[in-house]
């Protein structure tokens, strides 16, 4: 699993990668669905920058690494308004949520 080790002092969670999303959910809906299976520190669908519509994908960040697990185990495959997620480890070092690193 990828484990952001800290920043600022604050430790960060466990970040999934999750797509096949439908267009029509939210932030809170990601969030709502991951929370039934672990803890979950932030949950964010990724968006287009010029029209704000949905990407159909999101980042969800679980808060601890035996959380991650069981929601990727748990997860991955399961239907969420129609689709069928799917739930990977996230691999990139940007972390999605942070919006000051994009604009450097």
Do not use: K, Y
């Amino acid at each position: 699993m990828n484990r952001e080790n800290t920043r600022d002092g604050e430790t960060m969670g466990v970040r999934l990668f999750v797509g096949n999303l439908s267009f029509s959910l939210g932030d809170g809906d990601l969030r709502e669905a991951f929370a039934g299976v672990g803890g979950v520190e932030r949950a964010e669908i990724v968006r287009d920058r010029f029209d704000g519509r949905s990407r159909g994908f999101g980042f969800v960040e679980m808060t601890t690494e035996d959380d991650a697990a069981v929601a990727l185990s748990a997860m991955n495959g399961r239907e969420l308004a129609g689709r069928p997620l799917r739930v990977e480890a996230a691999t990139s070092q940007r972390r999605p949520f942070d919006r000051s690193a994009a604009r450097a």
